[in-house]
């Protein structure tokens, strides 16, 4: 199988949380090879691939990780961090949306009224659709 070629890093890649010891990475001085993307946490390789979605995807897990422990802090503001990196990958989140509601900002709580308002109309769109068929 080939890798398309868009999946292919051309430049310098690097995402990651501040404050974490792990991160994506493509063509950095901290990855031992160059075109394929690598997970690395504590500096060591934990996943390498030249899709670029297999290792978001394994990068993920480790961000949904590192933002759930926020959740069992003891001060506020760490905990709305991990509800907040949380409900950005998933609206449906039920402890993030809880932390948001209860412990949130007006905006926080906006941004759970809009989620819930798209996913209503997706749905009743979706409905609508296969009413049709």
């Given at each position: 199988?080939?890798?398309p070629?868009?999946?292919i890093?051309?430049?310098?890649?690097?995402?990651?949380?501040?404050?974490?010891?792990?991160?994506?990475?493509?063509?950095?001085?901290?990855?031992?090879?160059q075109g394929a993307y690598f997970v690395l946490k504590g500096g060591e390789v934990?996943?390498?691939s030249k899709d670029f979605g297999a290792a978001a995807a394994e990068y993920d897990t480790l961000c949904v990780a590192y933002w759930e422990e926020l959740l069992g802090s003891d001060d506020r503001d760490?905990?709305?961090?991990?509800?907040?990196?949380?409900?950005?990958?998933?609206?449906?989140?039920a402890a993030a949306r809880r932390?948001?509601?209860?412990?949130?900002?007006?905006?926080?709580?906006?941004?759970?009224?809009?989620?819930?308002?798209?996913?209503?109309?997706?749905?009743?769109a979706a409905l609508a659709a296969n009413a049709k068929k």
């Amino acid at each position: 199988m080939s890798i398309p070629e868009e999946r292919i890093p051309r430049g310098p890649y690097r995402r990651w949380i501040e404050g974490t010891d792990f991160s994506l990475e493509a063509n950095t001085e901290s990855v031992p090879q160059q075109g394929a993307y690598f997970v690395l946490k504590g500096g060591e390789v934990r996943f390498t691939s030249k899709d670029f979605g297999a290792a978001a995807a394994e990068y993920d897990t480790l961000c949904v990780a590192y933002w759930e422990e926020l959740l069992g802090s003891d001060d506020r503001d760490t905990r709305l961090m991990g509800a907040r990196g949380l409900f950005r990958r998933d609206h449906t989140h039920a402890a993030a949306r809880r932390v948001l509601t209860t412990e949130g900002t007006d905006h926080d709580r906006r941004l759970i009224v809009q989620a819930t308002q798209r996913a209503r109309h997706a749905e009743r769109a979706a409905l609508a659709a296969n009413a049709k068929k």
